[in-house]
């Protein structure tokens, strides 16, 4: 696998993060210059993956997400500089998600130990539904992660599973978020234990989906528009477009939401994060904390 500038700056970003953590509790004034810098290296870093995910993996939701994330980076950054102290809880969660993932995405048995994990939990899946494709090795990392469907004419369609497709982003989101609030230990476990197995089944679920609609050209209706908007060359790979990039990323964000409001049940001091992104993104402070509590004496 080869090492990639957005790799190194991954790191670079996680350090200030830790870094801005590590002072919170000796040096305030310094820990928001820090993670200010901090802030808009990770703004930077979106900035540097927009290519990749609008025109190499044609991802609209990614790609617009990533766009929206540079800005807001950079603001977060000016709030936290600026005295919105809570912002160190968030800074704090970053730099915690940062510790998670990065190590799978660095150290090659750590990644192909869970690609091929999920790999085979999906195949298992795949064939309890009735399905039989080829589970092999893959040409482009050498995991053993790849299905191949064979249609009635001979046709082969080839899909493999890569570090995204293993959940474990949307894990260290929840893993580091979950960290980063102080709360008692056993609610924070079980908030994790609750969140990891969740997006690990629901994950599991959406690669059996996009290898079987795949495999059997679910969604060939779609090539006309799909092609046009695209640039799509292959037309074969209209159905692994819609059933990845249009249906699986738009379940996804809904499935996050549920799963942080059930988080939040159990670790209500994650309204504080929350709070936080919703007067970035809108400019207007809300207390979830007192609303929560009305809801519940109703």
């Known amino acids: 696998m080869t090492t990639t500038f957005p790799d190194y700056l991954v790191w670079v970003v996680i ?15 310094l820990a928001r210059g820090v993670g200010m810098g901090a802030w808009v290296l990770f703004g930077l870093f979106w900035g540097v993956l927009f290519p990749r995910f609008a025109f190499e993996m044609r991802s609209f939701i990614e790609g617009t997400l990533c766009l929206v994330a540079v800005p807001l980076c950079v603001y977060t ?24 993932y ?15 994990l999920v790999s085979a939990q999906t195949n298992a899946v795949i064939h309890l539904l009735g399905y039989d494709p080829d589970f092999t090795i893959a040409e ?4 053993h992660s790849a299905f191949i469907f064979h249609d009635s004419n001979g046709h082969r369609y080839y899909t493999y599973l890569v570090l995204a497709c293993t959940g474990i982003g949307s894990m260290s989101i929840f893993g580091g978020l979950i960290a980063a609030v102080r709360a008692p230990l056993r609610r924070k476990i079980r908030a994790f234990v609750m969140a990891i197995s969740i997006i690990w089944v629901l994950n599991v679920i959406r690669n059996v989906f996009i290898s079987v609609a795949f495999g059997n050209q679910w969604f060939q209706i779609f090539i006309g528009p799909v092609t046009s908007l695209t640039g799509y060359t292959d037309p074969k790979m209209v159905s692994f ?18 799963i942080l409001w059930l988080v939040v049940r159990i670790l209500p001091e994650l309204l504080t994060v929350i709070e936080d992104v919703i007067y970035l993104v809108s400019g207007r402070e809300y207390d979830l904390s007192q609303r929560t509590r009305a809801d519940g004496g109703r």
């Open 140 to 143: 482009q990392n050498g995991y």
């Open 102 to 116: 990065v190590p799978f995405l660095t150290i090659e048995p750590l990644r192909q130990s869970i690609v091929e």
């Open 241 to 258: 477009f819609i059933a990845d990039r249009v249906f699986s990323q738009l379940l996804a964000v809904i499935s996050l939401v549920i």
């Open 15 to 29: 350090a200030a993060f830790v870094a801005t953590a590590a002072l919170e509790g000796y040096d305030r004034d």
């Open 77 to 100: 950054g000016y709030q936290l500089y600026t005295g919105r102290d809570s912002l160190f809880v968030l800074s704090r969660g970053v730099a915690a998600m940062g510790l998670i």
